[in-house]
């Protein structure tokens, strides 16, 4: 994470989003002979009622804490949705970093209990995206919901889990975008530094999205995927925050072909469970 560990969190966010601003989307005219493919410095300044000079001290971290008159201006001028503009109003130095994790994340125990008792996949994820722990509905639906895996490495490094997301492209970017909110300001976390730096060790399509500084929600919704039994299911995705985790739970409309499916793959699963049994004994 090498611009926040430069400490220009501002300043890198700044640059990313107005390289992805073109003159068109600001109301300004292409012209003939630009450099950058986004608005140039003296545009956003112009655009946000500020001077050139002060916007340039603000990119390169000589100015940290802009008032959030400035900050509500840039964020028009850069076209940022809500989720974006509270992402820059936090990015000041009056910002209190939040308090560090010194316990391991855990899984408390009434939640496996609730894992064991749901008829429908769940499992439990950290602040990285690592797996935690899940039911048997979850590791039917997704083999790489197991604990231990990581659901961002299993994304842009496995192609059994890409084939999953028909959607693909746009789900790597959300879970981009979801680990660096859910990353703010503790950039020098070891697992946070550890997960990034091997995803851009191994993968240009997660170093492209990682320079965007895109910023996304961390909540549920619905989703589409490609199960290699069952075909193609719509689910719903809820988000539960338990202490320190979050309970992610998969359930279908009901009556709808996608609950059959899953009811299809239920039965599968526990058919194949004594077989299983049977097998290590």
């Given amino acids: 994470m090498k611009d926040e560990e430069s400490g220009n969190r501002l300043g890198s966010y700044l640059r990313a989003r107005r390289e992805l601003v073109t003159p068109a989307q600001a109301g300004l005219p292409p012209g003939g002979n630009r450099r950058v493919t986004g608005l140039r410095r003296e545009e956003v300044a112009l655009l946000a009622g500020i001077s050139p000079d002060y916007y340039l001290r603000l990119e390169r971290g000589r100015d940290t804490n802009p008032s959030p008159q400035v900050l509500e201006a840039l964020a028009r001028v850069l076209l940022l949705d809500d989720v974006e503009r509270t992402y820059l109003l936090g990015l000041t130095a009056a910002r209190p970093r939040s308090p560090r994790r010194k316990r391991p994340e855990h899984v408390p125990a009434r939640v496996h209990q609730l894992l064991a008792h749901l008829q429908v996949p769940a499992f439990v994820e950290g602040r990285a995206f690592d797996v935690l722990a899940s039911n048997p509905m ?44 859910t990353i703010g300001d503790d950039t020098d976390n070891p697992r946070f530094v550890e997960l990034v730096g091997e995803l851009a060790l191994s993968s240009q399509r997660f170093r492209t999205l990682w320079a965007r500084h895109d910023v996304r929600a961390l909540d549920g919704g619905s989703i589409t995927v490609n199960h290699p039994v069952v075909g193609e299911l719509e689910l719903h995705r809820d988000k539960l925050p338990v202490e320190d985790v979050l309970l992610v739970v998969y359930y279908p409309d009901k009556d709808s072909e996608s609950d059959e499916k899953l009811q299809l793959l239920a039965a599968l699963t526990q058919t194949e469970a004594p077989d299983r049994r049977s097998a290590d004994a």
């Avoid at 496995?158 to 660096?180: K, Y």
């Fill in 138 to 181: 979850a590791v039917a639906l997704n083999p790489r919901l197991q604990p231990g895996q990581n659901r961002l490495r299993s994304l842009f490094l496995d192609p059994e889990e890409q084939a999953f997301h028909p959607n693909w492209a746009d789900a790597a970017a959300a879970f981009v975008g979801a680990l660096r909110t």
